[in-house]
């Protein structure tokens, strides 16, 4: 059986795409791919530099790609909401901007834990808020990228979201992970429901090498950990552009179903060419999900509406 690759993806003209942290590693490389499929791509990054830095980086790429870059900061709800003013249109919201592992408890603007404020929370109230934009556009897609780590998640740990009790980096992590496990299949649930069209995906990109050491763990400078993470990220660690292709499979294949997640079909789901994997059973926790859902709009104050009809 043939190996799927960027080759095997659909013309995208005439289609936008929203690709958070864009500016480089996976994003960079999943927006990239649709652009040079014809797609009309924003790059929604948090730094505007850098932002406009992989814009040129990517024009020079694919000269006849259609791009712009948008401002969006998903530690701050007030960022996320003008960002989802400014979008016009949409036929593909790519959830992929994190952060890792960060050494120190930070907090948002809002003052939620920085892992789940902007790995979760950020991008649960930028779906709800495009959400009216993506239900009356043909074949529209959320694509929300979790972790492996999402494994070692506990559903325990929804008692407390915000690590105010106890802040562990990597507990921290792997709970937003789990997050973005039960929110794509809970928007796959009620959309359904709904008898909406759009569908929602999820993807991981295995073991791949991106700046995620510099802007999580290497924060704290060197530690052991980090610096047997950078060893890892050069022995180890597929490229950004193969870690990308599970997303790029649940964003655009035809027959790619809602509620379907994508990884590596390579040894522990590392590394290799994308194919539709499992989660974990706390991935399955209905009622874990709607609790998280229920949260997640008090929270921060999005109530995604999925019976809307834009």
């Known amino acids: 059986m043939a190996h799927w690759t960027t080759a095997d993806i659909p013309d995208q003209s005439g289609r936008v795409a929203v690709v958070t942290g864009a500016n480089s590693g996976l994003g960079y490389q999943t927006a990239l791919a649709l652009a040079r499929a014809g797609a009309h791509i924003v790059l929604a990054c948090r730094d505007p530099q850098r932002g406009d830095a992989a814009l040129d980086q990517l024009r020079t790429a694919a000269p006849d790609a259609s791009a ?20 016009e249109s949409l036929d593909l919201l790519i959830n992929n901007a994190g952060v890792m592992a960060l050494p120190n408890r930070r907090t948002t603007a809002q003052g939620f834990e920085m892992q789940v404020g902007t790995n979760h929370l950020g991008h649960f109230a930028l779906t709800g808020l495009l959400l009216p934009r993506l239900v009356n556009r043909p074949g529209a897609r959320v694509v929300t990228v979790s972790s492996g780590l999402h494994r070692y998640g506990r559903l325990t740990d929804l008692d407390d979201l915000q690590s105010e009790r106890r802040y562990r980096p990597w507990r921290a992590y792997a709970l937003s992970k789990l997050a973005n496990i039960l929110f794509f299949t809970e928007l796959d649930r009620r959309l359904r429901a709904a008898n909406q069209p759009v569908r929602s995906l999820g993807a991981h990109p295995g073991y791949a090498a991106t700046n995620l050491q510099s802007t999580g763990p290497g924060a704290d400078g060197g530690t052991l950990l980090t610096r047997f993470g ?35 079909s390579g040894f522990l789901e590392q590394r290799g060419y994308p194919n539709r994997v499992a989660y974990s059973s706390a991935g399955r926790d209905l009622a874990a999900a709607e609790r998280l859902w229920t949260e997640s709009e008090r929270l921060t104050g999005v109530t995604v509406d999925t019976s809307t009809r834009g």
């Open 68 to 87: 712009e870059r948008g401002s969006l900061d998903l530690a701050d709800l007030d960022s996320v909401r003008r960002f989802a003013d400014s979008v």
């Open 230 to 264: 950078r060893l890892g990220d050069r022995v180890f660690a597929q490229s950004a552009a193969m870690g990308a292709l599970p997303t790029l499979r649940a964003a655009t294949e035809p027959d790619a179903q809602s509620g379907e997640y994508h990884g590596p």
